[in-house]
């Protein structure tokens, strides 16, 4: 019987980290099941954090994907476990928070190379337990803004911006007005400014699980690095 849930393998920051803490606010949910502290978000904003808020604050390394009927939730989580321990905390610098397209998000000042090399590795070792789609998905999936590249992607990997199409962020909001861009991101810069100032290290892979289609996306385990930085 086919996987009902998917997995998708994230970085997502620690308990303790500042960016967490604000991006829960904004957001107003923790995938974590964590407490979520008073908002301030105009209701006309709510419909933009919709996506984001379902997903989790994370960026994402291997995307959501149903398992192969051979594997369970489990042997995922054992791989993520031996592949972290291979790995060193990666810094990559201070945060800012930008617009890509329609939609907002907190992408690297200046991300190092290493932080491309870990996505790839990310992506090619998990594959392994990725089921693949079938036509009425990939058709879904398949949207008009796709290059050929991107659609080569999807059709191998399942997914179209991994590789030489793969950008580090960490989405906060869904598709903006143009009417509201200049608002919205005057907002999100003033609030993540605190935050803004520590460096990210990521130091950890963590599984979120989408229970059913359309469920929210919870954090189900997290293996931190092992390596020596």
């Not at 949910?29 to 919709?50: K, Q």
Request: proline share 9%; net charge neutral; with cysteine.
């Amino acid at each position: 019987m086919p996987h009902r849930a998917r997995y998708a393998l994230y970085y997502a920051p620690s308990i303790d980290h500042p960016l967490r803490r604000t991006a829960v606010r904004w957001l107003g949910r923790d995938a974590f099941g964590g407490r979520v502290p008073a908002r301030t978000l105009p209701p006309a904003w709510e419909p933009l954090v919709t996506d984001p808020r379902r997903y989790g604050f994370h960026a994402t390394l291997k995307p959501p994907m149903r398992l192969k009927p051979e594997f369970h939730s489990w042997d995922l989580q054992a791989a993520a476990g031996d592949f972290a321990r291979r790995q060193a905390p990666l810094d990559i610098g201070c945060l800012k928070v930008a617009r890509i397209g329609h939609f907002f998000a907190l992408v690297p000042e200046d991300a190092p190379a290493a932080l491309r090399t870990l996505a790839d590795a990310v992506v090619t070792e998990f594959d392994r337990f990725r089921a693949p789609m079938g036509a009425e998905e990939f058709a879904r999936r398949n949207g008009s803004n796709l290059d050929a590249v991107e659609v080569e992607n999807l059709k191998t990997w399942g997914y179209p911006y991994v590789f030489g199409r793969f950008r580090f962020h960490m989405s906060l909001t869904g598709p903006v007005p143009e009417e509201l861009r200049a608002a919205v991101g005057g907002h999100l810069a003033e609030l993540f400014a605190d935050s803004l100032r520590q460096p990210v290290v990521l130091d950890a892979l963590t599984i979120f699980m989408e229970e059913v289609p359309e469920a929210d996306f919870v954090a189900l385990s997290r293996a931190e690095f092992g390596g020596q930085a």
